[in-house]
């Protein structure tokens, strides 16, 4: 299996390739790992890959020109193989995927570390700042994970976390290959009855998805920026924000909504938006 890394650190991923597991099936050459610095998609002479948001807010955001040059130089363009069968278009199987590691993103599992282990190519997008430009989770990657309900600087170490917990399960990674069968999380554990529950209660967490980010240029490859970002109106933008982190939450993680702190106006747009989900 082939791992390439897209990051603004490169240097990040000298101690984790290094070590370990990794290192032993990388020497085996059950693994090869690839670390691209995405600075080398800019094309201006400050090799530029974030941006300010539309509409206002905090922080920069990474672009998505850059992005797509970089994953595109790699396993091709929209359109022709292998990119296709990352997507699994006409029906074929799935063969790459593309990994955004976002905090908005669905929670990794162990489910997914066995569902990509079955590919032969995974491609990881290091996110940085305050996001992403959303095109690029609409659009180029085919998965978008979080490792946790917390917030870090960056990809880097979601990446490193992902790519362990992959290799761990391809076969000749483990001296015993019973070690992974076994361990926490995987098939033969979750099916096993806890013998002591535990009685702690569930705490509720009360905070939302971040809401898509968009930046220049204000249309790319037909994919408009949404129009209320670019009017200025600022009750309009704050309503979108919130009624698209609502969404987001209620696509990726909706196991947050049971236990957020919702306002009425809150309430009014989820309805909203399983109304129009029912349409």
Not at 80 to 107: C, M, N, W, Y
Not at 119 to 126: P, Q, S, T
Not at 242 to 263: C, D, Q
Request: glycine share 8%.
């Amino acid at each position: 299996m082939r791992f390439d890394l897209i990051t603004i650190f490169p240097e990040f991923f000298t101690g984790p390739l290094e070590h370990g597991i990794v290192r032993r099936a990388r020497e085996a050459g059950i693994i090869e790992t690839q670390v691209h610095d995405l600075r080398n998609w800019a094309h201006d002479r400050h090799r530029t890959v974030d941006d300010r948001p539309f509409g206002g807010g905090e922080g920069m955001v990474l672009k998505p020109e850059p992005l797509f040059e970089a994953v595109e130089s790699l396993v091709g363009p929209a359109g022709q193989a292998p990119f296709d069968s990352a997507q699994g278009e006409r029906g074929s199987a799935p063969t790459t995927a593309i990994v955004l590691l976002s905090a908005s993103g669905k929670l990794f599992r162990q489910e997914t570390a066995r569902r990509f282990a079955q590919l032969k190519r995974i491609v990881l997008l290091c996110g940085r700042y305050e996001g992403v430009d959303e095109r690029v989770a609409e659009h180029l990657s085919t998965d978008e994970i979080s490792i946790g309900d917390f917030v870090l600087s960056g990809g880097e170490l979601p990446a490193a976390l992902v790519l362990d917990a992959v290799t761990r399960l391809l076969p000749g990674a483990l001296g015993n290959e019973d070690s992974s069968v076994f361990e926490s999380f995987s098939a033969a554990a979750a099916s096993k009855e806890s013998v002591v529950p535990d009685p702690r209660p569930l705490i509720p967490v009360p905070s939302l998805l971040d809401c898509p980010h968009y930046t220049r240029p204000a249309e790319f490859r037909g994919w408009a920026v949404p129009e209320v970002l670019l009017g200025g109106n600022h009750e309009e933008i704050r309503l979108w924000r919130r009624k698209m982190a609502l969404a987001k939450t209620l696509r990726n993680r909706p196991e947050l909504l049971a236990g957020a702190a919702l306002s009425g106006e809150d309430a009014k747009l989820l309805d909203e938006l399983r109304s129009e989900r029912c349409v």
